[in-house]
């Protein structure tokens, strides 16, 4: 079992979700996501933090692994691996020598596919409300998605827009990419009011009153606002990144 397996089966023991862990360790889910995935490694603060949110320690975590290039040994190959160590120095001349006229017959007959590289992984929510879900399951509330050159670089996660409020920006069924960055006035945002999961433009006036407008002006009625006593309320989930923004008319 990988190093990220095991992140992944200990959190599973504890019950934790990938946003619970991520917001113990202070990263985000989908960071959460790469390292399970092998396709990241935690930062040495961010590994003291994992130890103690896990409630274990470096040898359960490490056991079997080997980092390098994030590959795992399989017991057969530690197995192999010991048995070379073993040897006399001209028998693993013999092994290398072997090793290597096998391999380039391989390469000669039957060339190995280029290895794809290694992207970062998001979640894409299938809909709004999964993005406030503490427990989504994937596969049913999302799934995961790489990085890649179409994608915005600094997204942290999608979510697929259900609705027409915030066309033409985000047509119904489009695929919203957003960083958990702060928002600046003008910016469309991921939200949370009251229980409810919104896609809208954040305003907000000189006496802290805050705006959501729907984009489309025929669906003004899902516009929201929270006076400055309630806007403490707000969720913002994180910053759209893609879309072309129209001015409100």
């Given at each position: 079992m990988s190093f990220g397996e095991r992140i992944k089966f200990r959190r599973g023991e504890l019950k934790l979700s990938r946003g619970e862990l991520a917001g113990r360790l202070g990263v985000s889910p989908s960071a959460v996501s790469n390292y399970e995935n092998g396709l990241s490694?935690?930062?040495?603060?961010?590994?003291?933090?994992?130890f103690d949110s896990l409630e274990t320690d470096p040898n359960q975590l490490f056991r079997d692994s080997f980092r390098g290039g994030g590959q795992t040994?399989?017991?057969?190959?530690?197995?192999?691996?010991?048995?070379?160590?073993?040897?006399?120095?001209?028998?693993?001349?013999?092994?290398?020598?072997v090793t290597e006229a096998l391999w380039?017959?391989?390469?000669?007959?039957?060339?190995?596919?280029a290895e794809r590289p290694e992207g970062r992984i998001i979640p894409l929510y299938h809909t709004l409300a999964a993005v406030g879900c503490v427990s989504a399951v994937p596969g049913e509330d999302f799934d995961e998605i790489s990085v890649t050159e179409q994608v915005p670089q600094t997204a942290e996660f999608a979510v697929r827009i259900s609705g027409d409020a915030m066309a033409p920006y985000l047509e119904d069924g489009a695929v919203a990419y957003v960083s958990r960055t702060p928002l600046r006035e003008g910016d469309v945002g991921i939200f949370s009011v009251n229980g409810k999961v919104l896609c809208r433009q954040y305003d907000r006036?000189?006496?802290?009153?805050?705006?959501?407008?729907?984009?489309?002006?025929?669906?003004?009625?899902?516009?929201?606002?929270?006076?400055?006593a309630e806007a403490g309320t707000l969720i913002c989930f994180g910053r759209v990144l893609t879309g072309t923004l129209s001015n409100r008319n």
């Open positions: 490694f935690p930062k040495e603060d961010v590994m003291l933090r994992l040994l399989s017991s057969e190959e530690q197995t192999l691996l010991r048995k070379f160590r073993e040897l006399s120095p001209l028998g693993r001349e013999t092994v290398q020598s380039a017959c391989r390469q000669e007959t039957s060339p190995l596919p006036d000189d006496s802290g009153t805050v705006y959501l407008f729907s984009l489309n002006r025929r669906r003004a009625d899902g516009d929201v606002t929270l006076p400055a």
